[in-house]
């Protein structure tokens, strides 16, 4: 290092120290990134800058990565431990040699790695973002733009409390010597492809150019489709054309969002203050995937689940502090109201109206607003659910925003489009108890400002919440597998789907729902829950409580249920102490010790959180069933019986394991089962261990609500085979409704007329019902004698006396 830079570098500590207070983007770059720190690392930046230098210096120390300063000795020979790779204006005249010293630089590494086999040295690009305001549309500059002194200076000021330290996944100068070579044209390659690279990365944390809103509204409401739409509206209600445009822009205006980054900016505080005043913490997990997606030109569209109005706030609030734009959000225009409209508007919310049917102008100007987002490169959220979930299960997906999604593609994007399922969970959500009571008949109480602030006023301590992105959906990819002839209707205008659209959007909804599920975050709550309400009385002695959750942790540990879900790192003592700090539980104690228990209402409102979860323990706890009830069974009489259950269950809860995986998950269950010590296998056949017989019990009784509904419409239909859907379904859940009342299950769920519904579809397609709703007797007794088996005898004889009893 020459005494010059030395010395300035020097001066600027000082000042930087007091000015700047940047975020590192990933924050655990060495895990993150799978840095090795046992390898010679070279950081490489955009542009020549001391200030950046620096800043990269502050967080690749505090992230435990090396000195940026520190030279670099690799077989005798000292190098620079950074490189620019691009010169930057100066105030009198530009520094030329940066970009030559840049390719030196890159040669000599290689020519390094050309005499030493063993070498491997890993390049982090490393950008230093100085504020993250996005353009207007119009200006013509260059996404990532060199600053001078002076610029640099002034962006310091005003932007040191909003600096954004960017390191990229590492490039292994190995890999590129032994699969491209090591002659100067690499070196040329290397620097041409890491300009390209943060000009990208600058892109994916600034976002596209916003829009004049103005100017957006005057593009959309010359496009042929709407101006055709105009006029159908004014043929179709007898009015003036002026009269159809206005209305048509009163609609856009309704719809349209007004994004500001200085109220992103703003609203940053304002949300870090909240969530540090009622959560403990957030849990992100997986979004390096987004971050990748984005930085490769990416159209991102998320899909998150809808478990409360934070949803919106929250997953925003951690896309930003993951160095990504906000999206667009698809918002329910019952949140359209003052003051919260035009902050969310600002936010970058669109609203939607619930329905569209009957309105053809409004459905247009809407499809086309959506494929003005798409096309402009703008990041979009919807809640493909519809609304929030009110027993805390996903629920079935309405496919419209995802069909005008596969539209827009059809306009012939130019850039991959991807669904990125979002899971989003709480160990408190604010409005379960408002759920319970709509559950219950209570009408809902719409949205307003009273409704906001007595809602603020119940803010506390809410535990961990928990966003775990789930693993993405290329869309282009899924078209070419499953609808090949689609790329024959691209350019495809308005309105018109091709056939092959609806079926291919049906399957795919499915796949998003069953990947927002395989993100799951198991939880202290949510695990607690799911043992309490297994218990008859709704308690249990603490200990038996830790010994449960140990239970349950051993098998999402153990076998795991997908790549993306997640399982808290904490004892089950820890996990248990957490939730009761909570205070969602009764605790007693007695001379022998402590029980914990739930009232009446609490019970209710548990339901919820087990839900979140309860597809993570259905096959188990099936297993766990089918043993308590046989006391033993074959290994392939337990295979068997989980193939018939399975595809109601996979259909109901999106659970992901496909068919032919099945025997083999059932028998890494089974020896997880065993290694706890909860059952004995010998020579295929399966025992309870009799000393071990409540841990197992309480484990099967996570699905045995689910099974009891199941028998109640088999064994409906051997009643009474020529009994038509509708009544089959109303008569499943008055039984239900009984069964209910009679044995204290509070689970809002368990007698769903939905849940019923979707039950019959499965009854369709797995052949116990024809498409002309004819019955397969044999096959529908013989699989409600197999759920028969499965049930408690007092339950068993409530539903037989149930369907004599009821009237046909």
């Keep these: 290092?020459?005494?010059?830079?030395?010395?300035?570098?020097?001066?600027?500590?000082?000042?930087?120290?007091?000015?700047?207070?940047?975020?590192?983007?990933?924050?655990?770059?060495?895990?993150?990134?799978?840095?090795?720190?046992?390898?010679?690392?070279?950081?490489?930046?955009?542009?020549?800058?001391?200030?950046?230098?620096?800043?990269?210096?502050?967080?690749?120390?505090?992230?435990?990565?090396p000195d940026p300063l520190t030279p670099l000795t690799i077989n005798g020979q000292t190098l620079k431990r950074y490189v620019f790779i691009a010169s930057?204006?100066?105030?009198?005249?530009?520094?030329?040699?940066?970009?030559?010293?840049?390719?030196?630089?890159?040669?000599?590494?290689?020519?390094?790695?050309k005499h030493d086999s063993e070498l491997d040295v890993q390049m982090i690009p490393a950008s230093v973002l100085w504020?993250?305001?996005?353009?207007?549309?119009?200006?013509?500059?260059?996404?990532?733009?060199?600053?001078?002194?002076?610029?640099?200076?002034?962006?310091?000021?005003?932007?040191?409390?909003?600096?954004?330290?960017?390191?990229?996944?590492?490039?292994?100068?190995?890999?590129?010597?032994?699969?491209?070579?090591?002659?100067?044209?690499?070196?040329?390659?290397?620097?041409?492809?890491?300009?390209?690279?943060?000009?990208?990365?600058?892109?994916?944390?600034?976002?596209?150019?916003?829009?004049?809103?103005?100017?957006?509204?005057?593009?959309?409401?010359?496009?042929?489709?709407?101006?055709?739409?105009?006029?159908?509206?004014?043929?179709?209600?007898?009015i003036s054309l002026e009269k159809a445009r206005k209305e048509a822009h009163n609609i856009l205006d309704e719809i349209a969002a007004d994004f500001s980054y200085s109220l992103i900016k703003k609203g940053d505080h304002v949300l870090g203050w909240l969530w540090n005043r009622i959560y403990q913490g957030l849990n992100i997990n997986n979004a390096a995937t987004v971050r990748r997606l984005a930085q490769d030109g990416h159209e991102i569209v998320y899909v998150p689940c809808h478990r409360s109005?934070?949803?919106?706030?929250?997953?925003?609030?951690?896309?930003?502090?993951?160095?990504?734009?906000?999206?667009?959000?698809?918002?329910?225009?019952?949140?359209?109201?003052?003051?919260?409209?035009q902050i969310f508007r600002r936010g970058g919310a669109f609203f939607i109206r619930r329905s569209f049917k009957g309105d053809p102008l409004y459905s247009t100007i809407f499809r086309e607003y959506l494929a003005e987002l798409f096309a402009k490169g703008?990041?979009?959220?919807?809640?493909?659910?519809?609304?929030?979930?009110?027993?805390?299960?996903?629920?079935?997906?309405?496919?419209?925003?995802?069909?005008?999604?596969?539209?827009?593609?059809?306009?012939?994007?130019?850039?991959?489009?991807?669904?990125v399922p979002v899971y989003i969970g709480y160990e408190h959500v604010m409005e379960v108890g408002t759920y319970a009571k709509e559950l219950r008949g209570k009408r809902k109480e719409k949205e307003n400002a009273g409704l906001v602030f007595r809602t603020l006023r119940k803010l506390r301590n809410f535990g961990q919440g928990y966003v775990n992105f789930g693993e993405p959906i290329p869309l282009n990819h899924y078209l070419n597998e499953h609808a090949p002839e689609w790329t024959q209707d691209i350019d495809a205008m308005g309105g018109s789907k091709p056939q092959w659209m609806m079926p291919i959007v049906n399957q795919l909804a499915t796949k998003m729902m069953t990947h927002i599920n395989d993100a799951a975050a198991a939880n202290a709550m949510t695990l607690c829950a799911t043992a309490l309400l297994a218990s008859r009385q709704r308690a249990l002695a603490r200990?038996?409580?830790?010994?449960?959750?140990?239970?349950?942790?051993?098998?999402?540990?153990?076998?795991?249920?997908?790549?993306?879900?997640?399982?808290?790192?904490?004892?089950?003592?820890?996990?248990?102490?957490?939730?009761?700090?909570?205070?969602?539980?009764?605790?007693?104690?007695?001379?022998?010790?402590?029980?914990?228990?739930?009232?009446?209402?609490?019970?209710?409102?548990?339901?919820?959180?087990r839900n979140n979860i309860i597809h993570l323990l259905a096959l188990p706890s099936l297993i766990a069933q089918m043993l308590i009830r046989q006391q033993s069974l074959s290994i392939s009489a337990i295979q068997q019986t989980v193939a018939q259950v399975y595809p109601f269950l996979k259909q109901e809860l999106f659970l992901s394991y496909a068919e032919h995986e099945l025997d083999e998950i059932v028998e890494r269950y089974l020896s997880e089962l065993e290694r706890q010590q909860l059952v004995t296998i010998e020579q295929q056949t399966v025992t309870i261990n009799q000393a071990q017989t409540q841990v197992l019990m309480l484990l099967g009784r996570t699905i045995s609500e689910t099974l009891q509904r199941y028998a109640i419409a088999l064994n409906l239909l051997v009643a009474n085979p020529d009994l038509a859907k509708t009544d089959l379904e109303a008569k499943s859940q008055e039984i239900a409704q009984r069964l209910g009342r009679l044995h204290g299950i509070n689970a809002p769920e368990f007698f769903d007329k939905g849940v019923f519904s979707a039950l019959f579809v499965t009854l369709t397609e797995q052949g116990y019902l024809g498409h002309d709703g004819y019955c397969q007797l044999e096959k529908t007794q013989q699989f409600a004698d197999a759920l028969y088996l499965m049930l408690y005898p007092e339950v068993r004889l409530t539903i037989q006396e149930s369907i004599c009893q009821v009237e046909w």
């Design 88 to 113: 930057r204006p100066a105030l009198l005249q530009d520094d030329h040699n940066v970009p030559n010293e840049s390719i030196t630089t890159f040669s000599e590494l290689l020519a390094l790695h």
């Design 543 to 609: 200990d038996n409580l830790v010994k449960q959750i140990d239970c349950y942790l051993a098998l999402l540990r153990n076998v795991p249920y997908s790549t993306t879900f997640t399982v808290p790192s904490d004892s089950a003592e820890q996990l248990v102490t957490h939730a009761e700090s909570l205070d969602k539980f009764l605790v007693e104690t007695d001379s022998i010790g402590d029980i914990i228990s739930l009232d009446r209402n609490q019970s209710i409102l548990m339901t919820y959180y």
């Design 131 to 238: 504020g993250r305001r996005p353009g207007k549309e119009g200006q013509e500059k260059p996404y990532l733009q060199a600053l001078n002194g002076l610029q640099k200076a002034i962006a310091v000021v005003i932007s040191g409390r909003d600096c954004l330290v960017r390191f990229s996944p590492v490039v292994s100068l190995r890999y590129m010597a032994d699969a491209h070579g090591t002659d100067s044209s690499i070196a040329h390659k290397l620097a041409r492809v890491a300009r390209i690279h943060f000009s990208r990365q600058k892109l994916a944390a600034s976002g596209p150019n916003l829009p004049q809103r103005h100017q957006l509204f005057s593009r959309l409401m010359t496009s042929p489709a709407i101006e055709k739409a105009i006029a159908d509206e004014a043929n179709r209600k007898n």
């Design 378 to 419: 703008y990041s979009v959220e919807y809640f493909s659910e519809g609304g929030r979930s009110r027993t805390g299960r996903l629920l079935q997906a309405k496919t419209g925003m995802l069909a005008m999604t596969i539209q827009a593609m059809l306009r012939g994007l130019n850039r991959p489009v991807t669904l």
């Design 309 to 341: 109005h934070m949803d919106y706030l929250l997953l925003s609030y951690v896309l930003y502090h993951e160095g990504l734009v906000p999206p667009h959000i698809a918002a329910g225009i019952n949140l359209n109201f003052f003051p919260a409209g």
């Design 1 to 65: 290092m020459s005494s010059g830079h030395s010395f300035s570098r020097s001066l600027l500590k000082l000042p930087l120290s007091v000015m700047v207070k940047g975020t590192a983007i990933p924050s655990n770059p060495i895990d993150d990134l799978a840095i090795d720190l046992h390898k010679p690392i070279v950081y490489v930046l955009p542009f020549r800058s001391n200030v950046d230098l620096l800043t990269l210096q502050t967080h690749a120390l505090n992230a435990g990565l």
